[in-house]
């Protein structure tokens, strides 16, 4: 009964491909988010949706999609895929937009580009 | 310069010992700060959240403390275990638009 699913868990790569990444949460909450952690281990924030509706979009090439079919998932497109797309990305979700409530997080995806 | 800096980088304990662990913010205005857990290979997990009237949270054998004034707060561990050992990030939000800043994280290993 994970609450913040995401698949898959590894995904190995050529340069230029193509790829997305799932999330899935059954807490019902409202807004959906999308983590980037690099190699120092900082997590910086890539897109938030609240309610389908995109909130948040950080500074990121426009070869990363985010699509929100409803506000359980939220699945993370990446086009023409880059050596430096090579990171674990994590798929949160919390309640409200405001952020105060807990963030619960996935297990993370390991994307590696070669 | 990040917004949220912790100390030490990493950290090795004996099993059973405590440890504290440092984050010091500039992140304005203050709403919250938070305490993840995160185990190698797995997503964060909250352990604390702490508003700016708080000053002390404890949950088990971790408790934050939080100096609003000084902009600091700090992650007590008793009596680590074994299982202790993960990368403890601190999460700072702001109120105005409730962005988080995460800081890099404490490595701690605690052995036997």
């Known amino acids: 009964d994970t609450a913040v699913s995401q698949t898959p868990k590894y995904l190995v790569t050529q340069m230029g491909n193509d790829k997305s990444i799932k999330c899935e949460q059954n807490?019902?909450?409202?807004?959906m988010y999308w983590y980037k952690q690099d190699s120092k281990k900082f997590l910086k924030i890539m897109f938030s949706?609240?309610?389908?509706?995109?909130?948040i979009n950080e500074t990121v090439p426009n070869r990363f999609s985010p699509k929100s079919p409803d506000k359980a998932h939220l699945n993370l497109h990446i086009n023409s895929l880059e050596l430096g797309d090579s990171a674990v990305y994590f798929c949160?979700?919390?309640?409200?937009?405001?952020?105060?409530?807990?963030?619960?997080f996935g297990s993370g995806t390991r994307l590696t580009v070669v | 310069k990040n917004q949220v800096e912790q100390s030490p980088q990493s950290l090795i304990i004996l099993e059973g010992k405590n440890c504290t662990l440092q984050?010091?913010?500039?992140?304005?205005?203050?709403?919250?700060l938070r305490w993840y857990k995160q185990d190698t290979g797995r997503g964060p997990v909250s352990l604390t959240i702490?508003?700016?009237?708080?000053n002390t949270k404890s949950n088990g054998r971790y408790t934050a403390t939080l100096d609003a004034d000084t902009k600091q707060s700090s992650l007590h561990i008793t009596a680590s275990q074994l299982s202790d050992s993960a990368s403890y990030i601190c999460?700072?939000?702001?109120?105005?638009?409730?962005?988080?800043?995460f800081g890099a994280g404490t490595t701690v290993t605690v052995r036997a």
């Open positions: 984050c010091n913010y500039t992140v304005s205005p203050f709403s919250n």
């Open positions: 999460v700072v939000s702001r109120s105005n638009d409730y962005k988080l800043s």
């Open positions: 807490l019902g909450h409202d807004t």
């Open positions: 702490m508003t700016f009237s708080e």
């Open positions: 949160a979700s919390s309640h409200t937009n405001t952020g105060f409530q807990g963030y619960t």
């Open positions: 949706y609240n309610n389908k509706e995109l909130i």
